[in-house]
């Protein structure tokens, strides 16, 4: 049995037990660079174990819905931090931890121009855009010992437009 997932837009409130949104929306926190730019302050929060905070590029291929989701994963050691690298949307998938395993998942499309942080050990999907080029910028935790654990469900589920 198929289980569906309907897409929800993007909105702060809903995603913060998963991470952070990261935008510039309402006005910006202060005005630098001889006042021709907008500072939108420390809008993520990066938490690691140990190791240290390294930023990587992710070149994924594009997605196409109805989505198949069959995996989720999370990084007990530190959190992970996706910013596109177009002003294009894409698809982010989470779920609650229950008692070691995930939840039934939520899928989330962001906006143009909208970045996420999930926060450390949140189950989350494979990165996933919808448009080209699927170039991203990841902030995550650099360091030994294994970050990642994987969860694949018994029964898949199909993630939908509203």
Known sequence: MTRTIVIEP???????P??????????PDKIINQGLCGRYHDRARLDFVDGRAGVSLFHA??????YHLDL???????????VPMAHVP???IVAADYNGRPAHPRAFLTQAGQAINFHRGTWHGVLTPL?????????????????????YFDQPHVVVAS
Not at 61 to 66: A, F, K, T
């Open 131 to 151: 448009h080209e080029p699927g170039l991203f910028a990841v902030i995550d935790r650099i360091g030994e010992g294994a970050n990642l654990e994987e969860f």
């Open 90 to 92: 894409f698809l982010v």
């Open 61 to 66: 291929q594009v997605r196409e819905l109805p």
């Open 72 to 82: 989720v994963e999370r990084h007990p050691e530190g959190s992970q931090c996706f």
């Open 10 to 16: 993007m909105d702060a409130d809903q995603f913060a």
């Open 18 to 27: 998963f991470g952070d949104v990261l935008d510039v929306s309402g006005d």
